[in-house]
Nanobody, 121 residues
């Protein structure tokens, strides 16, 4: 079992930037793929970005080009940096860890509690 704690959410103006953190309490953190998902009010949870065990990345089309996911294994932390934020980025952001890098939320057994991001226009 991996415990994940997200931080860094808050209120941001449209066009602004933020960085979210996901810190894990796990041995061999580098063995886990870590993804970010988000869930807006009334909508299903959706994939945002994934960091694979080898450091590879993949992004949802909706955030590609203005989002970076990167990991610091020595700190057991994965970061999500987003810029040019839009109102449609408003959501609760969750990180998830698993043995397989996937864009499918059902593939992950370990989830954080989420951090809320609100983008004001």
């Amino acid at each position: 079992q991996v415990q994940l704690v997200e931080s860094g959410g808050g209120l941001v103006q449209a066009g602004g930037s933020l960085r979210l953190s996901c810190t894990a309490s796990a041995r061999a953190f580098s063995n886990y793929a870590v993804s970010w998902f988000r869930q807006a009010p009334g909508k299903e949870r959706e994939f945002v970005a994934v960091s694979t065990q080898s450091g590879g990345t993949r992004y949802a089309d909706s955030v590609n080009g203005r989002t970076t996911i990167f990991r610091v294994n020595a700190k057991s932390t994965v970061y999500l940096s987003m810029s040019n934020l839009k109102s449609e980025d408003t959501a609760v952001y969750f990180c998830a860890a698993g043995a397989v890098a996937s864009t499918n939320a059902n593939q992950y057994d370990n989830w954080g509690q989420g951090t809320r991001v609100t983008v004001s226009s």
